[in-house]
Protein backbone atom coordinates (compact mmCIF):
# COMPACT_ATOMS: atom_id res chain seq x y z
CA UNK A 1 0.00 0.00 0.00
CA UNK A 2 1.53 3.23 -1.00
CA UNK A 3 1.36 6.04 1.48
CA UNK A 4 0.21 9.72 0.45
CA UNK A 5 1.22 12.63 1.63
CA UNK A 6 -1.46 15.02 2.98
CA UNK A 7 -2.50 18.00 1.24
CA UNK A 8 -1.38 21.39 2.45
CA UNK A 9 -3.66 22.81 5.13
CA UNK A 10 -2.98 26.48 4.18
CA UNK A 11 -3.09 26.22 0.49
CA UNK A 12 -4.38 22.68 -0.31
CA UNK A 13 -1.50 22.27 -2.54
CA UNK A 14 -0.82 18.45 -3.36
CA UNK A 15 3.36 19.03 -3.66
CA UNK A 16 4.08 18.64 -0.50
CA UNK A 17 7.12 16.97 0.63
CA UNK A 18 8.88 15.26 3.71
CA UNK A 19 11.88 17.13 5.80
CA UNK A 20 13.05 15.17 8.10
CA UNK A 21 9.92 15.31 10.93
CA UNK A 22 8.12 18.00 8.99
CA UNK A 23 5.96 18.30 6.14
CA UNK A 24 6.44 21.24 4.15
CA UNK A 25 4.49 23.07 1.15
CA UNK A 26 6.52 24.59 -1.62
CA UNK A 27 3.45 26.38 -3.28
CA UNK A 28 2.96 28.64 0.35
CA UNK A 29 6.14 27.87 2.30
CA UNK A 30 3.63 25.88 5.33
CA UNK A 31 5.62 23.84 7.24
CA UNK A 32 3.90 21.37 10.06
CA UNK A 33 4.19 18.26 11.80
CA UNK A 34 2.41 14.95 11.15
CA UNK A 35 1.32 15.16 14.64
CA UNK A 36 -0.33 18.65 13.68
CA UNK A 37 -1.81 17.45 10.50
CA UNK A 38 -3.88 14.45 12.74
CA UNK A 39 -4.79 17.26 15.18
CA UNK A 40 -6.11 19.61 12.73
CA UNK A 41 -8.36 16.59 10.60
CA UNK A 42 -9.86 15.74 14.62
CA UNK A 43 -10.58 19.18 15.03
CA UNK A 44 -12.22 19.48 12.00
CA UNK A 45 -14.83 16.75 12.45
CA UNK A 46 -18.51 18.48 13.28
CA UNK A 47 -19.98 16.48 16.13
CA UNK A 48 -24.07 17.30 17.16
CA UNK A 49 -24.63 17.50 20.96
CA UNK A 50 -24.56 13.92 21.71
CA UNK A 51 -20.96 13.34 20.25
CA UNK A 52 -22.18 11.93 16.69
CA UNK A 53 -20.33 13.05 13.94
CA UNK A 54 -22.34 14.96 11.29
CA UNK A 55 -21.75 15.22 7.50
CA UNK A 56 -23.43 16.69 4.53
CA UNK A 57 -26.58 16.00 3.83
CA UNK A 58 -27.79 14.47 7.48
CA UNK A 59 -31.01 15.16 8.77
CA UNK A 60 -31.01 16.78 12.24
CA UNK A 61 -33.39 17.93 14.97
CA UNK A 62 -32.98 21.24 16.94
CA UNK A 63 -32.80 20.51 20.53
CA UNK A 64 -34.00 24.13 22.37
CA UNK A 65 -35.90 27.01 20.96
CA UNK A 66 -33.51 29.18 18.77
CA UNK A 67 -34.46 32.86 18.17
CA UNK A 68 -33.45 34.19 14.67
CA UNK A 69 -31.13 37.06 14.60
CA UNK A 70 -32.25 40.48 12.64
CA UNK A 71 -36.01 38.67 12.44
CA UNK A 72 -39.18 37.89 14.78
CA UNK A 73 -38.84 33.87 13.90
CA UNK A 74 -38.17 31.27 16.20
CA UNK A 75 -36.90 27.97 15.43
CA UNK A 76 -39.27 25.33 17.82
CA UNK A 77 -37.16 23.25 19.90
CA UNK A 78 -38.27 19.95 17.64
CA UNK A 79 -37.63 21.07 14.20
CA UNK A 80 -36.60 19.20 12.00
CA UNK A 81 -33.92 19.88 9.46
CA UNK A 82 -32.89 18.23 6.30
CA UNK A 83 -29.71 18.16 4.45
CA UNK A 84 -28.01 20.17 6.38
CA UNK A 85 -24.25 21.75 5.25
CA UNK A 86 -21.27 21.21 7.24
CA UNK A 87 -19.21 24.45 6.24
CA UNK A 88 -16.33 26.08 8.56
CA UNK A 89 -17.41 28.15 11.53
CA UNK A 90 -18.42 31.52 11.45
CA UNK A 91 -19.62 32.84 14.99
CA UNK A 92 -19.96 29.49 16.06
CA UNK A 93 -22.13 28.24 13.38
CA UNK A 94 -20.64 25.61 11.66
CA UNK A 95 -23.84 24.36 9.69
CA UNK A 96 -25.63 26.09 7.15
CA UNK A 97 -29.39 24.54 6.75
CA UNK A 98 -32.48 25.66 4.89
CA UNK A 99 -35.24 25.13 7.48
CA UNK A 100 -39.03 25.61 6.29
CA UNK A 101 -40.81 29.09 6.05
CA UNK A 102 -37.21 30.94 7.35
CA UNK A 103 -35.13 29.93 4.65
CA UNK A 104 -31.10 29.24 5.12
CA UNK A 105 -30.10 29.74 8.41
CA UNK A 106 -26.40 28.80 10.48
CA UNK A 107 -27.06 27.01 12.87
CA UNK A 108 -24.79 25.74 15.63
CA UNK A 109 -23.80 21.84 15.82
CA UNK A 110 -23.91 21.86 19.79
CA UNK A 111 -27.58 22.96 19.68
CA UNK A 112 -29.09 20.23 16.93
CA UNK A 113 -29.25 16.26 17.67
CA UNK A 114 -28.44 13.96 14.42
CA UNK A 115 -31.53 11.93 13.63
CA UNK A 116 -31.25 8.21 12.65
CA UNK A 117 -31.31 7.32 8.97
Not at 36 to 65: C, F, P, W, Y
Request: hydrophobic share 30%; charged share 30%; glycine share 8%.
Amino acid sequence: MEYTLPNCPKCESSYTYEDGNLLVCPMCGHEWSETENKENMEAQITRDVNGHELVDGDSVTVIKDLKVKGTSFVIKQGTKVKSIRIVEPEDGHDIDAKVDKIGLVGLKSSLVKKLKN
